[in-house]
């Protein structure tokens, strides 16, 4: 029980901290004039993938 009440009173405690009364700050809007797909990155995330799925299938094979 007294490791559930310090877990509580712990989080209240953040919780509470983070609590600020200063006003958010300004969002700058950011005008994107690069609008070109991102190939390099998908094609690098397709071999992640696939190296992935390799050596799952050979781990089971192995097993």
Same mark, same amino acid.
């Given at each position: 029980?007294?490791?559930?009440?310090?877990?509580?009173?712990?989080?209240?405690?953040?919780?509470?901290v983070?609590? /600020?009364?200063?006003?958010?700050?300004?969002?700058?809007? &950011?005008?994107? #004039?690069?609008?070109?797909?991102?190939?390099?990155?998908?094609? /690098?995330?397709?071999?992640?993938?696939?190296g992935?799925? &390799?050596?799952? #299938?050979?781990?089971?094979?192995l097993?």
């Amino acid at each position: 029980m007294k490791p559930l009440l310090l877990s509580c009173s712990i989080a209240a405690l953040l919780s509470a901290v983070g609590c /600020t009364s200063s006003p958010p700050a300004e969002v700058i809007p &950011v005008a994107v #004039t690069d609008t070109e797909p991102v190939g390099e990155g998908l094609k /690098t995330l397709a071999y992640a993938f696939l190296g992935a799925s &390799v050596v799952l #299938t050979l781990g089971r094979l192995l097993r």
